[in-house]
């Protein structure tokens, strides 16, 4: 009796293992499926958040009109690419993107716009950054692809890739 329980328990932990992984793969094909016009930018990230000391620059309300919220999956695109992603301003549609750099995808919304230094081609908030570099040591995060996504309905977040 508890040989066949165990046999069951493990199966049902494969078949959940299997599930998991599948979704994971088809979520990551849909994301890919709604890209704008599969236009990719690549350049480097930063970080924005106007709470820590040093930033003189802007200030706590983005262009869309929110406040700036570090705990948000949320970033600033390069003022020149304002258009391709959806012309970010007060009253606008939310934008979003697919975010890609060090093995790891994410989701975010694009709330603001801002002269970034050359090279540099997106913002990200404390709470993005801190996904691409957990200690924010980097400072930078080199040749991360920026990849607009088509409509207002995506769930801000880590993509988990299996």
């Not at 793969?25 to 849909?30: F, G, K, M, T, Y």
């Amino acid at each position: 009796m508890v040989v066949r329980v165990s046999a069951a328990i493990r199966g049902a932990a494969i078949v959940l293992i299997c599930s998991s992984a599948a979704m994971a793969r088809s979520e990551i094909r849909a994301v890919h499926s709604y890209a704008a016009d599969g236009a990719t930018f690549v350049g480097a990230a930063s970080m924005y958040n106007p709470y820590q000391p040093g930033y003189r620059e802007g200030g706590t309300e983005t262009s869309s009109g929110e406040h700036y919220d570090p705990s948000a999956w949320a970033a600033a695109i390069q003022a020149d690419l304002r258009e391709k992603f959806g012309g970010v301003r007060r009253g606008n549609a939310t934008s979003y993107a697919l975010v890609e750099g060090i093995n790891k995808k994410v989701i975010v919304k694009i709330n603001d716009v801002g002269p970034l230094k050359p090279g540099r081609i997106i913002d990200f908030d404390e709470r993005t950054m801190r996904y691409f570099d957990p200690t924010l040591r980097l400072g930078l995060i080199h040749s991360v692809k920026v990849t607009p996504l088509y409509g207002d309905d995506w769930l801000p977040g880590p993509i988990a890739e299996r």
